[in-house]
């Protein structure tokens, strides 16, 4: 089996980012001391978002249903059909649940937050010395300022990533077993936006948020907020994952907003292809479901070097990248 995965634990708004600073903007990066924007109503203009850009936040919360995995991870089918069946659903609808009893030790989670915490406050110098490299997937990066100008995400991000899983998480398996060979995987809300809205080029993503909250999953029309629970964790459905399944499924729009008061964490698990995989629906599903192909072939490795080298995640990512991607004629 063939697992490529990437984790990523991100911190924002963060002490210090590095981004460009306004009298500097066309020199290389600089770094400026975000914490002496955090309390002033003077925040820098990269991190701007337009409010056409911006839903005005709505104080709603997303109610769906948490899934149960418990029975799934015993076998017990019965149970397993109704958590499907909620999982359908959802996926159908916007891409987005929230499962509880999903094996993972919340001791684990716990001590995931205690050493990402150790890498962020480290001054910016060390956390300099392990940059991520252009179209790297280690390292660590600041606001995305060495890539983007404007509409910059208020974070840091510590990534790192590996293959060869010897355990599929419960809800990685089951999609496993459901797409067979196909599913190979290797603050000032409302205006500034921790990461702006976008969904995940990836297949799964799979994030646990601390109890500051922030994410937010747009359905129904409107911005909602996933309240955080310790004991659950949501699973985002990307964007291969909705080309693999010819466009039923919904990549999940979402966004992370934060907030002038409390630094906000998440640990993020992206689940991915093999680079050189073609992504295209099943066959065996294409006919069962008598559909005609929604999306052109493409590998990972093609979309990941637009998402980390041309184009920055948002909305409409899919589309963009079939226009730039010579082979594809649509
Ligand atoms: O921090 C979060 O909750 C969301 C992060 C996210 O959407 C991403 O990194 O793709
Ligand atoms: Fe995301």
């Given at each position: 089996m063939s697992v490529s995965l990437s984790v990523l634990m991100e911190s924002s708004p963060s002490p210090i980012l590095l981004c460009p600073s306004i009298e500097a903007r066309d020199e290389k990066s600089v770094l400026f001391d975000a914490s002496k924007f955090q309390k002033q109503s003077n925040l820098p203009t990269e991190f701007m978002w337009p409010r056409g850009d911006v839903v005005q936040t709505q104080e709603e919360e997303l109610n769906e249903p948490l899934i149960d995995l418990e029975g799934f991870v015993k076998g017990d089918d019965k149970v397993t059909a109704h958590a499907v069946e909620l999982v359908r659903t959802a996926c159908s609808k916007h891409g987005f649940f929230q499962v509880t009893n999903h094996g993972v030790d919340s001791k684990l989670i716990q001590a995931a937050y205690q050493e990402i915490d150790g890498v962020f406050k480290l001054p910016m110098n060390k956390k300099l010395s392990f940059k991520r490299k252009d179209g790297g997937f280690s390292g660590y990066s600041a606001a995305h300022a060495d890539r983007f100008s404007t509409k910059l995400p208020w974070k840091e991000t510590f990534s790192f990533g590996y293959r060869g899983l010897h355990s599929d998480p419960s809800v990685v398996h089951y999609f496993r077993s459901a797409l067979?060979?196909?599913f190979e995987h290797t603050g000032n809300s409302g205006l500034i936006l921790g990461t702006g809205p976008h969904c995940d080029p990836t297949s799964l993503t799979i994030l646990h948020q601390d109890q500051v909250g922030g994410l937010e999953v747009f359905t129904?029309?409107?911005?909602?907020?996933?309240?955080?629970?310790?004991?659950?964790?949501?699973?985002n459905l990307g964007d291969t994952f909705m080309a693999l399944c010819n466009g039923r499924y919904k990549s999940c729009l979402h966004r992370a907003v934060v907030n002038r008061?409390?630094?906000?964490?998440?640990?993020?698990y992206f689940v991915c292809p093999k680079e050189d995989?073609?992504?295209r629906p099943p066959q065996d599903l294409m006919y069962r479901w008598g559909e005609t192909r929604e999306y052109p072939d493409f590998t990972w490795s093609d979309l990941l070097d637009f998402t980390q080298n041309h184009y920055r995640a948002d909305v409409a990512t899919l589309q963009s990248f079939f226009r730039w991607l010579p082979s594809s004629s649509f």
């Open positions: 067979g060979k196909d129904d029309n409107k911005w909602h907020a996933v309240r955080p629970r310790q004991d659950s964790l949501v699973v008061e409390r630094e906000r964490r998440s640990l993020v995989k073609v992504v």
